[in-house]
């Protein structure tokens, strides 16, 4: 029986290998295995020897499948349309694709190419819930100078049809032992999109805060208007947009500061709401965020409050070699600034607040 082993081992790798799809290299290697995903440039292969190998596709001389395969394709990584197509072979024995109006795609027609049960690579399927909390250390200028623990917090839901943003901050500064200011932020932003449009939306936003820094007792900003994607893509998985907002608020304001006759200073007004948001994500696992908002009262146009905020996130892929409880970790580091026009008696036109923080996102 022994003597049969080997024989009856190289019979099964053999029939293996002609039921398997092929790649050949311009070096003249030749790996064997389950041609999987073509997508970013590159061409992901399953083997036997090695779990799966991506291989540049300037690197592939050709590919070829063993057998009838039904695929999704894509000729442009930036466009969502896409067609069902079937492997095939040519008089020259090249794989060829063929979708369900018989045209004939060639391998180099497409920029990506997968299993229909898979996610779109291109375009993934968001979580309809995403969560992520993020704690660390933050510092400020301007009405305070202290060094402050930082904590953040959202929760995010995406549909075909919306979007909706809750979240939460605290900033706590001490100095001796005793909290010498505070920063409590909650608030929410819902953005439905106007009649199905990929560009136009509209908007509904409301922030509540405790703000030391900034004197305030309770501010409150409620505003809702129309908003406009400048753009709005996903470029091989990695999601870009910049987003303009206009719209009409209402904000309400009680300060810690008394006037001249001891009551305490409080602000209810009208304004406008404009606002700029940005974001783009990098190949190598930076994403930065940034968000400007300016709302000036009605009244005196003059007189308004610009907020702006930065924020570079960097994806701790090391950490998940680690352990599989490390994984979708991110040093995150940003700024903050609050510019007020007019500002009450003895503060500052401007607090700035930087942050770093460990995020972890599910």
């Not at 809750?166 to 500064?173: F, R």
Request: proline share 2%; with cysteine.
């Amino acid at each position: 029986m022994k003597t049969l082993a080997l024989p009856l081992a190289l019979a099964c790798l053999a029939t293996s290998m002609a039921f398997a799809d092929q790649i050949v290299t311009v070096h003249g290697d030749i790996i064997n295995g389950e041609i999987s995903l073509i997508h970013a440039g590159k061409v992901t292969i399953k083997t036997a020897f090695a779990g799966d190998l991506s291989i540049a596709r300037e690197d592939i001389k050709s590919m070829s499948y063993a057998k009838e395969t039904v695929l999704l394709a894509r000729t442009d990584a930036k466009d969502k349309a896409k067609t069902e197509v079937k492997t095939s072979t040519n008089d020259a024995g090249e794989t060829t694709l063929v979708d369900i109006r018989n045209n004939t795609y060639q391998l180099t027609d497409v920029a990506t190419l997968w299993d229909p049960t898979a996610d779109d690579p291109d375009f993934p399927t968001p979580k309809e819930w995403a969560f992520s909390a993020s704690f660390g250390l933050s510092g400020h200028s301007g009405s305070t100078t202290d060094l402050a623990v930082s904590a953040y917090v959202d929760a995010l839901r995406t549909t075909e049809a919306s979007k909706l943003k809750l979240y939460g901050s605290i900033n706590k500064t001490r100095a001796d032992g005793v909290t010498t200011a505070a920063q409590y932020i909650a608030g929410l932003d819902y953005e439905p999109k106007l009649f199905g449009s990929e560009e136009w939306s509209l908007y509904f936003r409301d922030e509540i805060q405790h703000n030391r820094f900034s004197d305030y007792r309770l501010r409150n900003v409620a505003a809702a208007g129309l908003g406009y994607y400048f753009f709005n893509e996903t470029v091989e998985g990695k999601a870009r947009s910049l987003r303009g907002r206009v719209g009409l608020a209402h904000t309400y304001t009680e300060h810690y500061t008394h006037d001249a006759s001891g009551n305490g200073l409080t602000d209810s007004d009208i304004a406008l709401d404009l606002g700029l948001l940005f974001h783009w994500e990098f190949k190598s696992g930076v994403t930065w965020n940034t968000e400007l908002t300016y709302t000036p009262i009605f009244e005196d146009l003059d007189n308004g409050v610009i907020v702006h905020e930065s924020k570079a996130s960097y994806l701790l892929k090391e950490l998940s070699m680690v352990s599989s409880y490390l994984n979708d970790i991110s040093l995150e580091a940003g700024v903050r600034n609050e510019y007020q026009t007019e500002p009450s008696p003895g503060q500052c036109h401007t607090d700035t607040a930087w942050y770093i923080r460990f995020s972890k996102s599910w």
